[in-house]
């Protein structure tokens, strides 16, 4: 049996027995120690419910196995109550170990240069991202120092939190593959659930999918968790719900020029999703300071 595959973000990934190595690729040998620093940082709060990296080595590092199937996988696999208790499960506890702990600051207008800038990027492809640049402007001339989208407690996340980085057994779970960048692996909580919120809302995992019927099924399940989204976290209300869309509009901006080079119709389709994100929170944060 082949114990070797690749991974994602520029990497691959080997299993020898009860233990992973997930080696760089070209040019991505930053980018995977960068995310095995922030895994050990994890691993210090949350536990037995993050991966560990045993040995950090130049271009490479070990990992423990854990012997769980992702998140979307089990969707596919339980029924909707079940999916949705398990989830509820996993950010309650994100919560009380994790977010319920931020009191750093967030640079949310440096953020959104970032954004802007890496809408240039896709645009650098022959994209046309007018309207895109358009939408980020309009919610730029609303910063003050005092919207909604500003001001916020921030912390270390996972940054990564799609439904296939959380690896789930009958009784537990296991954080895989975090993203600490590009903001240092601390930001607000509200850039995990725009994670969660990609997962659910873009059906994003569904492509790994053939058979009509895991697709079929996975749908119903995001759909259910869609409908009760807000009954997943200890703590919601109105703006917690912008800041949440904020953060998963960006993330399909972050990811418009890689989704390109992989399937230029879904990087379209994010960037309309994006766009029409960007569009409702502006409406909404100017209802906001009036």
Same mark, same amino acid.
């Given at each position: ?105 967030? /640079?949310?207008?440096? +953020? ?31 910063? /003050? ?124 389709? +994010? +960037? ?19």
């Amino acid at each position: 049996m082949d114990n070797f595959r690749r991974g994602i973000s520029g990497s691959s990934i080997e299993f020898l027995g009860p233990i992973v190595r997930k080696s760089a690729e070209p040019g991505q040998r930053r980018r995977l120690m960068d995310q095995a620093k922030h895994l050990r940082q994890l691993h210090k709060i949350i536990g037995k419910n993050c991966a560990r990296p045993i040995e950090i080595k130049k271009d490479s590092y070990t990992m423990e196995y854990f012997p769980g199937i992702n998140l979307d996988v089990y969707c596919t696999m339980s029924t909707q109550q079940t999916a949705f208790f398990r989830l509820k499960e996993i950010t309650h506890l994100l919560w009380k170990k994790l977010y319920s702990k931020h009191k750093q600051s967030f /640079d949310t207008l440096k +953020y959104l240069k970032y954004l802007k800038k890496r809408t240039q990027e896709y645009g650098a492809l022959g994209e046309d991202v007018s309207k895109l640049n358009l939408a980020l402007l309009k919610l730029e001339s609303l910063f /003050d120092g005092h919207t909604v989208l500003e001001n916020l407690n921030a912390g270390l996340i996972h940054g990564d939190l799609t439904f296939e980085n959380i690896m789930v057994t009958a009784d537990s779970f296991f954080l895989i593959d975090s993203n600490p960048n590009p903001h240092n692996g601390v930001a607000p909580w509200t850039l995990d659930v725009g994670k969660i919120r990609q997962s659910i809302f873009s059906l994003y995992e569904i492509t790994k999918y053939t058979g009509h019927r895991s697709r079929a099924g996975l749908k119903t399940t995001y759909n259910y968790l869609a409908d009760r989204f807000a009954r997943l976290f200890p703590r919601w209300n109105e703006r917690i719900n912008l800041q949440s869309e904020f953060f998963e509009a960006s993330h399909y901006i972050r990811l418009l020029d890689y989704k390109y080079r992989l399937d230029s119709s879904l990087s379209r389709a +994010y +960037y309309q999703r994006a766009l029409r994100l960007l569009k409702k929170i502006t409406k909404s944060v100017k209802l906001l300071k009036k």
